[in-house]
């Protein structure tokens, strides 16, 4: 797994509870998904009332969200950068907002920043309380807290998914029609876990104690549970695996302004170019050209090939020389590649190849071989020139997904293999076999991170399109079963 770069901020969820009412509908192009409880305060003037634009906050949790919307939500996130339309008191989640051939070519989440943290909660014993602090989800529970009874909120920070960006510019979108009602974007997200229980009685002991001191409020109440979104109790065990779903957003306002040169890039670690010489401690345009070239190879490892070329432009106005363009050439060749200009980037990577062997040890055709090798592992599927090509982008991304213990990932490569398969007219048997070992590596992925339903979908799968047609369909269910009993993950799962 690639070094994680750590979010500082984030995780410290119980300092600032105190935003004001909105409602969150979640959209696919322009259609709602999941919409109907949360319409329920649209029109009263309790709704409007406590649900003023002025008082919207950034970070909103979403609690509010079912497991299909935390599914898409998820799934989209594994691929690209998530943009909202943020007006008033409703979010709307454009996932239309993409290029369905260039996976990030707005931007890509980081692998997730995993802390140490403790059950946190607070409790809204009032419609003003619940307005205040779980706005996102008053229109849905607000009937709870009318009939007497008070809410409270259990939660657990596990971690934070942190994007490529911290801006992104409105003429960057532009050219995109389902981009135009997007006002912000999802910088980060929190993953966690969380419980939010209803009390019928609650004594006056129930603290409302934002930083969740003793684990809870005390009360003298029956309870039930209104929502729950993972397991705080896996919070505690060391895999942490059913603590990792997204319970707060954090969004940031798409940039209207024509120029960003002078603002600052995510903090990164640093990775250092091939022939990069090290960092200068003084504040100098050399100094930052070094920080903006280390940006822009974070952001290619995390697939953002636009956001790379970004910094990479930034730092040569800052530092245009023999020596800085050389350094730039090896990232500039793979983040060509990643942003869907695998012509230029091909370009690119046989200058840096032909620079680099100063005593002519390799042949022009081994230099072919190697630009080759790159391009099929970094250009977008959609651009790769055949199916062997297409076949191993498809498993660096699993690679990549497995490494950022990212299931929907491995799903969406695993849903592309099988599509390509199924279109496929005039591709040979050995390329079909190629491109069926990606729904294979699909299942192993799965399995690796414990997701063994899923695992066992796609074992399932992997045999149908590897041998449906040479022998009954009784003999292939009854093969993948016994296969898949193999798996030490997933033993009697």
């Known amino acids: 797994m690639r070094p994680r770069s750590r979010m500082t901020g984030l995780a410290a969820l119980g300092a600032a509870l105190a935003f004001a009412g909105c409602q969150a509908v979640q ?8 919409a109907g409880p949360n319409q329920m305060l649209n029109d009263t003037a309790v709704g409007q009332n406590r649900c003023d634009a002025g008082k919207i906050t950034s970070s909103p949790f979403v609690v509010e969200w079912d497991a299909t919307d935390l599914s898409t939500f998820e799934a989209k996130a594994s691929r690209d950068l998530v943009f909202v339309r943020y007006e008033g008191c409703k979010i709307d989640l454009l996932y239309g907002c993409s290029d369905n051939g260039i996976p990030g070519r707005y931007g890509r989440y980081q692998d997730p920043t995993f802390t140490s943290g403790t059950v946190e909660s607070f409790t809204m014993k009032n419609e003003d309380e619940l307005f205040a602090k779980l706005p996102l989800g008053a229109a849905r529970f607000g009937g709870s807290v009318k009939t007497g009874e008070a809410l409270e909120l259990r939660y657990y920070v596990s971690g934070a998914v942190n994007s490529t960006r911290n801006y992104v510019e409105r003429k960057a979108i532009a050219d995109n029609p389902r ?52 397991s705080l109790e896996s919070c505690e065990t060391q895999a942490q695996r059913q603590c990792r779903v997204p319970i707060r957003l954090v969004l940031q306002p798409v940039d209207e302004s024509a120029q960003n040169l002078d603002k600052g890039s995510p903090a990164a670690a640093p990775i250092a170019a ?93 230099i072919t071989v190697s630009v080759d090798t790159l391009a099929k592992s970094k250009c977008p599927v959609a651009q790769q020139k055949d199916m062997s090509g297409k076949a191993q982008a498809l498993m660096v991304q699993l690679q990549e997904a497995q490494g950022r213990s990212d299931p929907q990932g491995c799903i969406a490569a695993g849903k592309e293999a099988e599509k390509i398969v199924r279109t496929a007219r005039s591709a040979s048997v050995q390329e079909k076999n190629t491109m069926n070992a990606v729904a294979m590596m699909t299942a192993q992925c799965l399995a690796q991170l414990e997701r063994c ?41």
């Open 179 to 230: 981009c135009a009602g997007a006002t912000h974007f999802v910088s980060a997200y929190n993953l966690g876990a969380f419980e939010l229980l209803a009390h019928k009685g609650l004594s006056g002991e129930a603290g409302v104690d934002i930083q969740g001191a003793g684990g809870g409020a005390k009360t003298t109440s029956d309870s039930s549970n209104l929502k729950q979104g993972g």
């Open 453 to 493: 339903k899923d695992a066992r979908e796609w074992w399932d799968r992997y045999y149908d399109l590897q041998f449906t047609g040479t022998m009954p369909a009784a003999e292939v269910k009854s093969a993948a079963a016994q296969t898949f009993a193999t798996f030490p993950q997933c033993k009697g799962k």
């Open 274 to 366: 091939p022939i990069d010489p090290p960092p200068p401690a003084e504040d100098t345009p050399w100094a930052k050209a070094y920080k903006l070239r280390q940006s822009a190879a974070q952001k290619e490892q995390a697939g953002d090939g636009r956001g790379c070329l970004d910094d990479l432009e930034r730092a040569r106005k800052l530092e245009d020389t023999e020596q800085s363009r050389r350094t730039s050439l090896y990232t500039g060749a793979l983040c060509s590649m990643r942003a869907g200009k695998c012509d230029e980037g091909r370009k690119m990577f046989r200058e840096y190849l032909k620079n680099e062997d100063k005593q002519h040890k390799m042949t022009d055709n081994q």
């Open 27 to 34: 959209h696919t192009d322009t259609t709602p998904a999941g």
